[in-house]
């Protein structure tokens, strides 16, 4: 995809998105709504035309070429099963849309296949309304990869499905996306579907992509403020780099001189930038009679639990920190385990290594 561009009247929906993908790549567009990522989808799919730019797949540039004629197919998130037809006939409609279509033999054996690959064998005579929402969903799966389109495109199929099953499908999807090799392009807001399926991530902001990469890259070393504040939880703190490093060295507007992994787009010494460390990243001690804890390698400071989350398997607490401000910290719930964590109001110390922060540039890239 070469430079796409896209506008609604006066909205512009996609604003020159270019990537390339090596066949086989489990690709996930992943942004909040109207970021431009289903846009994308549509054109890709045939549904809507580019204003400007390219979409070749392979080396054909199908660009203005109708959806039928394209190597794609596509699965939905209300997966639009045909509701007159029964499994086996919803499976095999793009086999009879063929010309000349295959035989009567040749598409049960097809159908057959297609079920067994989504774990449906024998429920080719039942309806739609018979099934459940996961079982509806592996019916459109098997209809969308039954002609083995060189591209599938999924626009958030999992939306529809509660959270036990969603999961469980987020890994039949990746199971079966590496048992037909074939590429898939799937559009989520879900940040857990994405990092947990794709091989790459695109995170996708203003009809722009802000960062693409493998999930473990856009999650430790997000290149801007906006993916940065986007992707899970991120303790930002302003000020000034004083050097690049490595380490990089930065004065924050508090005071503190911190070190950090340096930026990983062009920065100048004395320009504005943020600091980011996430909350797991964090460690926090109770402060000894002496309002000290424990010895740890990095940077340490003094503060105040003001507030604590319970979250399960971690406890959230939020710090007053005098001297960088408030910080979130994400710790392991050890309750239990024979220790009590801190609780509110308790006098703490916290601090991180160097490695654990990101100096970014405080500049937001341009169009």
């Given at each position: 995809m070469v430079d796409l561009r896209k506008r609604f009247g006066d909205v512009q929906a996609l604003a020159g998105v270019s990537f390339r993908l090596e066949p086989g790549t489990f690709y996930a567009l992943l942004g909040p709504s109207g970021c431009g990522k289903t846009t994308l989808l549509r054109l890709l799919a045939?549904?809507?035309?580019?204003?400007?730019?390219?979409?070749l797949i392979g080396d054909e540039d199908v660009a203005g070429v109708p959806p039928y004629r394209r190597p794609v197919?596509?699965?939905?998130?209300?997966?639009?099963?045909?509701?007159?037809?029964?499994?086996?006939?919803?499976?095999?409609?793009?086999?009879r849309q063929q010309k000349p279509a295959p035989g009567r033999d040749e598409q049960t054996r097809r159908i057959d296949q297609a079920l067994e690959l989504v774990r449906l064998q024998g429920f080719g005579h039942r309806r739609s309304w018979e099934l459940s929402g996961g079982q509806q969903q592996r019916v459109?799966?098997?209809?969308?990869?039954?002609?083995?389109?060189?591209?599938?495109l999924l626009d958030e199929p999992l939306g529809a499905l509660d959270l036990k099953l969603r999961r469980e499908m987020q890994v039949e999807l990746k199971q079966?996306?590496?048992?037909?090799?074939?590429?898939?392009?799937?559009?989520?807001h879900d940040q857990d579907e994405a990092f947990s399926m794709a091989d790459r991530v695109a995170v996708m902001h203003d009809g722009r992509i802000l960062q693409d990469?493998?999930?473990?890259?856009i999650y430790d070393r997000p290149a801007d403020p906006w993916v940065a504040s986007f992707i899970g939880q991120m303790n930002v703190l302003p000020g000034q780099l004083e050097e690049l490093g490595p380490p990089a060295v930065m004065r924050l507007d508090r005071g503190p001189v911190l070190h950090g992994e340096p930026p990983g787009t062009p920065i100048g010494i004395g320009e504005r930038a943020l600091l980011a460390v996430r909350p797991e990243r964090i460690w926090l001690t109770r402060a000894g009679r002496n309002g000290t804890g424990p010895e740890h390698a990095g940077t340490r400071f003094e503060g105040r639990i003001v507030?604590?989350?319970?979250l399960g398997d971690t406890v959230e607490h939020v710090v007053d920190a005098p001297a960088v401000g408030?910080?979130?910290?994400?710790?392991?719930?050890?309750?239990?385990?024979?220790?009590?964590?801190?609780?509110?109001?308790?006098?703490?110390?916290?601090g991180w290594t160097d490695d654990a922060a990101r100096i970014i540039s405080e500049r937001r890239p341009g169009p």
């Open positions: 045939g549904f809507e035309q580019p204003d400007q730019g390219s979409i197919n596509t699965v939905f998130q209300h997966y639009a099963l045909f509701p007159h037809m029964d499994v086996a006939r919803n499976v095999g409609y793009g086999l459109a799966l098997a209809r969308a990869i039954i002609n083995r389109p060189t591209v599938l079966l996306q590496g048992q037909l090799g074939i590429t898939f392009i799937f559009v989520t990469g493998p999930p473990s890259a507030r604590t989350v319970f408030t910080l979130v910290i994400s710790a392991p719930n050890v309750e239990g385990q024979g220790t009590a964590g801190p609780v509110m109001g308790e006098e703490v110390v916290v």
